[in-house]
Structures are given as C-alpha cells and as structure tokens.
C-alpha cells in the first residue's frame, strides 16, 4: 500500500446504499433458528461528494438451525457475494456493503485468524459456519448469565475484478471461542482463530456481539 500510496489516498468517500431485509429469526442476539437474509446496492461518485466512482452490490444469506435445548446447540452457516465495479478507494474495496458493512476478507467478522484489509478485490464470495452452544446459565446479583462456546470456520474466493479475476484460490479459517450472552440481550465473545493463509500467527478478538 506504500508503494502504491505514498501519500495515503486523499478524497471523501460517500457512498449512499439501498436495500432489503427479511428476517424471521426467533432472538437476534442468540436465534436458535429461522433465517436473516438481506441485499443491497450502493455506489458513489461526484454527484453524492464522493472522490472515488464506484458501485456495488451484496447478498448475504444466514441459516439458524437448533441442534439440540440442553444445552442450547445451534448450527449457524452464512453465504456472502459481493461484487464492485469501477474506482473504489482501498477502503471501500475492503468492504462488502449491507446493514452492517464490515470488512473482509480479514478481520474480527469475516476473515477471522487473518490481519484485516489483507484479502482485496472486487468479487468476494464467502461462506461462515459455526457451532455454537450455550452450556451453563447462573443469575449472579441480579443478572442473568449465559456461559457458552462456540467453533467455526471462514472460507472465502477472493477475485481482483469481475472481468479478470486473477489468481483465485481457497481461503481459510477456523477458530473456537468463549462466550458470554448477558441479560439475554447482549452478547460478547473471545475469538481465537489461525489460517493456513497468515504467517503472523493466530488472530485474538473480543467484540460485542455475534459474527452474523
């Protein structure tokens, strides 16, 4: 990125978004199951302040099915496709639009074991599955505590462009992680994952909320 930015990427990224939601899982911040699907456009150029022209679009997919009550064991599996065409910045390749517009391939969302903004390019197609599992529940001064643990896998196809996709080839994560749900209606997690793709060694998290 020195190389090719010397001086950073100066502009102002503006990048308006539409789209649509269908969501019928049964709790949002631990659904045991239903699914939560969405898709959307964005895109900027001089006309919404933004230095970059460019347009993308996502569709995202997540499947909840329960394994079992008790304890609490459920089957969690996302599909991503994202697609940009034109002149993003850095920035905004890195991204893969939608409600929540995280990063990938890298990160504490997606990606998880590799060092955010490493995987670049225009089309993403990304697969998520975890096993999560909610094992020991206590009410502690008057607060509700959920002890669980979770393990799961990132996989992703990272293309540079759509016309010319360039060297393609599998991507993969996989971690375990401890989790805490408090009061029902919140979440954080400890995430420990590695990739075969990362030479820096494991990546370490701790982020309020679920990954989708």
Not at 30 to 54: C, D, Y
Not at 162 to 179: E, K, N, Q
């Amino acid at each position: 990125y020195a190389e090719d930015f010397p001086v950073g990427e100066e502009g102002f990224s503006s990048v308006p978004f539409v789209g649509v939601v269908v969501d019928d899982r049964d709790d949002e911040v631990f659904p045991t199951r239903g699914i939560f699907a969405e898709a959307s456009l964005r895109g900027g150029n001089a006309l919404t302040g933004s230095t970059w022209p460019h347009a993308g679009g996502m569709a995202s997919g997540a499947v909840f099915l329960q394994m079992a009550r008790t304890p609490r064991l459920v089957l969690a599996s996302r599909a991503i496709a994202d697609v940009i065409v034109g002149d993003p910045s850095t920035e905004e390749l890195a991204r893969i639009g939608g409600t929540l517009d995280p990063i990938a391939f890298g990160g504490s969302s997606i990606g998880r074991g590799i060092r955010e903004h490493r995987y670049l390019g225009k089309v993403k197609l990304i697969g998520q599955t975890e096993l999560r599992g909610q094992f020991l529940d206590v009410r502690l001064l008057e607060q509700d505590l959920s002890f669980g643990a979770a393990v799961f896998s990132d996989a992703a196809l990272i293309g540079e462009d759509v016309l010319d996709f360039g060297v393609v080839r599998p991507l993969l994560t996989a971690g375990i992680s401890w989790r805490i749900l408090w009061n029902k209606n919140f979440a954080i997690r400890w995430d420990l994952a590695a990739s075969p793709d990362e030479k820096e060694g494991p990546g370490f998290y701790i982020i309020v909320g679920q990954a989708f």
